[in-house]
């Protein structure tokens, strides 16, 4: 091997190995971003409800004890347990669901929360194979907070969650 190459090899090995540590760690400044992004949030939340994800999935992103407001037309939550319940009931109607994003803004609130407006086009098949399609609107306040699920605050909390049908 002559000098050249042996120059060229080291190059290389050292250019691939910071490469690799760069992208190590703007994959780690990524997640670190997305955990307090409130639109990539807003967007994870939407998958999970697309997905009829088990509301064990959603616990993470939720404050203990009594919610600050949370409700959908006609049906007021209070708490985590009582929407272990609405979920059970409504995931146990719907074979599929899809929230597609028609406009999405975020406005910081101050004191680390924000507030994400949410329109959708909404699109569900229950379980007896019915369809229905219907514009919907969420609004969420969203913040810093731990929780049971999350103790050490590593992802937004809901602490206001309003689903309407315009």
């Known amino acids: 091997m002559n000098l050249l190459t042996l120059f060229l090899s080291s190059v290389i090995a050292i250019t691939a190995s910071g490469c ?5 760690q703007m994959e780690k400044a990524s997640a670190m971003k997305s955990a307090q992004d409130p639109e990539t949030f807003a967007r994870t939340w939407l998958g999970l409800l697309d997905s009829l994800a088990p509301v064990e999935s959603f616990l993470r992103y939720l404050p203990d004890g009594d919610f600050e407001q949370w409700s959908y037309p006609d049906v007021e939550i ?3 347990e009582h929407l272990k319940q609405f979920f059970t009931k409504t995931w146990g109607m719907v074979k599929s669901q899809s929230n597609q994003i028609t406009q999405l803004t975020v406005s910081p609130l101050g004191n680390g929360r924000s507030q994400i407006e949410i329109d959708v086009k909404w699109s569900a098949t229950t379980a007896q ?6 514009p919907l609107h969420y609004s969420l306040t969203v913040g810093r907070g731990s929780s049971l699920a999350d103790p050490a605050g590593v992802e937004l909390k809901v602490f206001r969650y309003k689903m309407t049908r315009p």
């Open 20 to 24: 690799a540590t760069s992208t190590a």
């Open 78 to 80: 209070k708490n985590t």
């Open 129 to 134: 194979g019915q369809s229905f399609s219907r």
